[in-house]
């Protein structure tokens, strides 16, 4: 019988898709792969459903197992916040996650991979014998800076709201302003956001091993570092637990889909290397105002260049028109009169969503707008593509500064911590990126990055090496 890795994917989407990545590697290794899913109500959350229908499609011998839905599920709204949430829900789901594990054949299971946030989950593999690991979607960066934060701020000190802009010292991981931390989470030490965050970090070091969404090249100082098995919080030592630098192949997002989308057809009429890509994902793109959507396409429309860019309408509190795909967008009401008839044909602007990761790897595609999140990034250098950082939320300002001032695959579109990008920066670092000296250097080192994530990939690269290291420690840790 083969061993089975369980996989517990999280609530986002972003944390979902490169967990269930990690499948592919772990199927080529010769174990069997069941995802046991939390079955939220399409009223939660259409495109996480979605979502998870896609990939199981894209992947037919993973086992997809939807838990049993749990009696009076926590709705969002009930809590004020998704972080508070998320761990809710996770917590009560506890009992369905034991009876499915319960429920595989006795000593099958090789070890389960739970999200970085469900750490309630730990418990229950902890309470079975089964070995347990954290996956981080995030970098090995904000790895670091998880493990050091819960013990940064001793009782007295000024909280992280009161540092405002205040540089933060982090073994690892470059200088950065306090307000770059998750403002929305950390602001207020005394709150129940806060606290709840800061325990399910100092949970971090529980689990058998973390699982991280990166290559080791990539992050060459923060993966140093965190070579080092001690980590001494608050001036008492503590063992971190080992680190496996895991990012796996990236998979086509339309893997699974027959239909090719509009916007992959005009890509296909565009002349090689000249289309700028404007994709902020769905959170993000829904957080712009109707002024700053005015700024952008007039800065497009005054760069002279050709763009592909994706527009949600702004979200203005209605949170759940996100997650229903036949929510309208009215372009004409939201851009400047005449911007679509004066950049037809050199332009083109898509509702909702397009497929990112082909729309990256086209031939077309000469540069990526991006609000930094890490899965962008990575597909990004992947597609060895230079990129615009705009961050706006979570740790996409530390994804930034990775980006940026670590791995040099971006130029910072700066206005974004004025609130607002203006006509001018959008025209002058769109000219930048496509046209300069500066661009062309830019370009060379993500091709260099792309190349390194492939080498990684392969057989004796980093990546499936550190698979191999975790394979290897799950089997000496015991069995079910």
């Not at 197992?65 to 998320?86: K, M």
């Not at 929305?184 to 709840?196: G, N």
């Not at 230079?386 to 530390?398: D, F, G, I, R, S």
Request: with cysteine; net charge negative.
């Amino acid at each position: 019988m083969k061993k089975t890795i369980v996989l517990y994917p999280g609530l986002f989407v972003s944390h979902l898709v490169p967990m269930m990545e990690l499948a592919d590697v772990l199927l080529e290794e010769g174990y069997a792969v069941t995802a046991a899913v939390i079955d939220l109500t399409l009223d939660q959350d259409a495109a996480l459903a979605a979502t998870v229908d896609r990939v199981a499609a894209a992947r037919p011998p993973v086992l997809v197992r939807r838990l049993p839905q749990i009696q009076d599920s926590p709705e969002v709204a009930d809590y004020g916040d998704a972080f508070l949430w998320y761990i809710e829900v996770v917590r009560r789901y506890n009992e369905r996650l034991r009876e499915f594990l319960c429920s595989l054949p006795p000593r099958s299971v090789h070890a389960v991979v739970v999200d970085a946030p469900s750490t309630a989950a730990l418990d229950v593999a902890r309470e079975l014998g089964v070995p347990a690991y954290t996956f981080f979607a995030s970098n090995a960066s904000a790895v670091a800076m998880f493990l050091q934060l819960p013990w940064m701020r001793a009782e007295g000190q000024p909280s992280f709201k009161e540092l405002g802009d205040a540089p933060i010292e982090f073994h690892s991981v470059p200088p950065m302003p306090a307000s770059y931390l998750m403002r929305e989470t950390l602001q207020v030490s005394e709150s129940e956001l806060y606290k709840a965050m800061m325990n399910t970090m100092r949970q971090n070091v529980e689990p058998d091993g973390i699982l991280v969404n990166t290559f080791a090249s990539l992050e060459a100082r923060a993966v140093a570092a965190l070579r080092d098995p001690q980590v001494r919080p608050g001036g008492e030592e503590r063992r971190t637990p080992p680190i496996y630098y895991v990012r796996p192949r990236v998979a086509g997002a339309g893997a699974g889909t027959k239909e090719k989308h509009e916007c992959l057809a005009w890509l296909d009429t565009q002349p090689e290397h000249s289309v700028l890509f404007l994709c902020f994902r769905s959170i993000g793109a829904a957080t712009h105002s109707e002024e700053q959507l005015r700024e952008v396409a007039i800065g497009l429309q005054k760069s002279g260049h050709r763009f592909l860019w994706v527009v949600q309408a702004p979200l203005r509190g209605d949170t759940q028109r996100l997650f229903d795909p036949r929510a309208d967008v009215d372009l004409d009401g939201l851009l400047p009169d005449g911007f679509l008839a004066s950049t037809e044909g050199r332009g083109l602007v898509v509702k909702h969503w397009a497929p990112q990761v082909e729309v990256l790897r086209h031939r077309a595609t000469a540069a990526f707008v991006t609000h930094c999140g890490w899965n962008s990034t990575l597909e990004g250098i992947a597609a060895g593509v230079p990129m615009l950082c705009w961050p706006m939320y979570a740790e996409q300002k530390l994804n930034k500064v990775v980006m940026v001032e670590e791995a040099g695959v971006g130029v910072e579109m700066s206005g974004w911590e004025q609130g607002l990008v203006t006509v001018e920066e959008v025209e002058a670092k769109v000219r930048l990126v496509m046209e300069s000296e500066e661009g062309e250097r830019l370009r060379a080192r993500v091709a260099a990055h792309r190349v390194a994530a492939t080498v990684a990939c392969k057989a004796g690269g980093s990546s499936r090496a550190a698979f191999g290291h975790f394979l290897v420690d799950a089997a000496c840790l015991g069995r079910v």
